[in-house]
């Protein structure tokens, strides 16, 4: 055929998909906005300021955060101290986060159906 082109092809799947992708974001965007307007009218937040919604939602988030105790090595018995010690050295999380890079590459060294002949 005269004046075919497979990238005309391609370009053309890339644009129909991102038009759509974008078509699609948009109308989330609309319909989130749009029940954020109603909820914050529903609720007489329009009343507030911008400062007095920010205080509040500080305050929110101050009564919903709860501290975590720190473990000390030192209860216990020596063993506990010891696993608490090395659990929290920088040098265990190098090394368990080297062993998690390891298996990555490992399992993408091997795949569905591959030949029997590789080991």
């Known amino acids: 055929m005269r004046g075919n082109n497979p990238f005309y092809i391609i370009l053309y799947m890339f644009l129909v998909i991102a038009i759509c992708l974008l078509f699609v974001n948009m109308f989330v965007r609309v319909v989130i906005e749009t029940y954020n307007v109603e909820k914050d009218f529903m609720n007489f937040n ?12 500080v305050q929110i988030m101050t009564y919903a955060s709860k501290p975590q105790p720190a473990v000390k090595p030192g209860r216990g018995s020596i063993i506990r101290a010891v696993c608490v010690k090395v659990a929290q050295s920088r040098a265990f999380e190098n ?14 060294l091997i795949w569905f159906d591959e030949p029997k002949e590789l080991p």
């Open 95 to 108: 090394f368990i986060m080297a062993c998690i890079l390891l298996n990555t590459v490992v399992m993408a």
């Open 46 to 57: 329009r009343l507030l300021t911008d400062e007095q919604r920010s205080w509040i939602q």
